[in-house]
């Protein structure tokens, strides 16, 4: 099993920056990693995911440019920065594991493990 646990939410105004961490552990293997998120009301939609090994990343067309995410494997742990915040980017935000280390898939049933997520409030 893979525990993972989100930090890094809060409220933001529009324009402004966070950073969300996702550390992991128990069976810390070289997981593809990703973060969705959820606003009220929507389904759950794919933001990021990097490989096992930081070489390959990909991102939803609503926050390319603007978000970045990143591992330090030393720590198990992925952040997601997120800069040019805009009110429609509030949501909780979840992280995810996939047990196959080389993709990057975008689609949610490809991850076997999950956080509670944390909230993010961007206002306007």
């Known amino acids: 099993q893979v525990q993972l646990a989100e930090s890094g939410g809060g409220l933001m105004q529009a324009g402004g920056s966070l950073r969300l961490s996702c550390a992991a552990s128990?069976?810390?293997?070289?997981?593809?990693k990703a973060w969705f998120r959820q606003a009220p009301g929507k389904e759950r939609e794919f933001v990021a995911a990097i490989n096992w090994n930081g070489a390959s990343t990909d991102y939803a067309r609503s926050v390319k440019g603007r978000f970045t995410i990143s591992r330090d494997n030393a720590k198990n742990t992925v952040y997601l920065q997120m800069n040019s915040l805009k009110p429609e980017d509030t949501a909780v935000y979840y992280c995810?594991?996939?047990?196959?280390?080389?993709?990057?898939?975008?689609?949610?049933?490809?991850?076997?493990?999950w956080g509670q997520g944390t909230q993010v409030t961007v206002s306007s």
């Open positions: 128990g069976r810390t293997g070289m997981y593809t």
């Open positions: 995810a594991a996939d047990v196959v280390a080389w993709r990057t898939s975008s689609t949610s049933g490809d991850y076997a493990y």
